[in-house]
């Protein structure tokens, strides 16, 4: 999950926004929890995995 979407409990600000030290920390601990794939929006996942499945379905096409 983004921080972006996240909204603090302390504040009822957005977290991406670090208005108080609740939110400023937890985006901190979000950021270096992040993988290589965290910051990628989920369109952006779904149309990787689309191009993956394409990939492999032409391999499978010419090894026939």
Known sequence: MTYDRLVCANCAAPVSE???PVCRANRERLQQ???PWSGMNPAALIGLLAVLVLALALL?????
């Open 18 to 20: 670090g208005r108080c």
């Open 33 to 35: 929890n992040g993988g």
């Open 60 to 64: 499978a096409r010419q090894s026939m």
